[in-house]
């Protein structure tokens, strides 16, 4: 019962965290609108796979050794900055095309969604030092085994996949909202201008 209780904390933590709108949520709605929730697998897993990597370091100890490391971080911080700032610009001046186009689909590479989710994931540092602060909280002597570790990593990324396919799902509805008003050529702005404000918060943010 213990342990049950246990895994139910570390499931509604880490899930209450992550489900938070933030750069890869509303990258994942965006793909999910654009894109289509089939397509968006491919976004949700380039997330997912980042956030076990940064679990990883956290867990290994080298997630202290980085966040401690003033340059090592900052030259993180910005190059995260930087790539959300350029995201942002590319998604303002981009069409968007919502209506159901299976041709489009087709020319669409499944490894660039991959790719653009990885990045924005694995280049904000404010995630590892998240991890580095939360998995104490879930070791100790009585659980440090390689199993724990790898438990602890595994469930995270099947959260933070669910997550981001739960915003890419919610924007089937949007799609049908959007395609029904004008509201489909201002998206790209709105969400482009979401991304440049997370990139300027980014570089300007502490700790």
């Known amino acids: 019962m213990e342990d049950l209780n246990f895994w139910i904390v570390y ?9 938070i709108p933030g750069p890869s949520m509303i990258l994942a709605l965006t793909h999910g609108i654009k894109h289509g929730s089939r397509l968006s697998l491919y976004t949700a897993f380039g997330n997912s796979i980042a956030s076990m ?4 370091i956290a867990i290994t100890g080298l997630g202290i050794i980085l966040t401690t490391s003033t340059t090592l971080f900052m030259i993180i911080k910005y190059i995260g900055a930087l790539y959300l700032i350029y995201l942002g610009i590319k ?10 186009n299976i041709q489009n689909k087709k020319k669409i590479k499944k490894i660039k969604l991959f790719k653009e989710a990885f ?10 030092v998240f991890f580095t602060a939360l998995f104490p909280q879930f070791i100790n ?7 724990h570790y790898f438990l602890l990593v595994l469930i995270l990324g099947i959260i933070a996949f669910a997550c981001m396919m739960i915003y890419s799902i919610s924007a089937n509805s949007i799609k049908v909202l959007f395609n029904k008003t004008s509201l489909t050529n201002y998206f790209g702005k709105i969400i482009g201008s979401l991304f440049v404000n997370f990139g300027i918060g980014l570089a300007f943010s502490r700790r």
């Open 91 to 100: 998604l303002f001046k981009t069409p968007f095309h919502i209506k159901e």
């Open 141 to 147: 002597e009585n659980q440090n085994s390689f199993l």
């Open 11 to 19: 499931v509604f933590t880490v899930f209450v965290a992550s489900i």
């Open 53 to 56: 990597i940064q679990a990883s």
């Open 119 to 128: 990045i924005v994931a694995s280049s904000n540092p404010k995630a590892l």
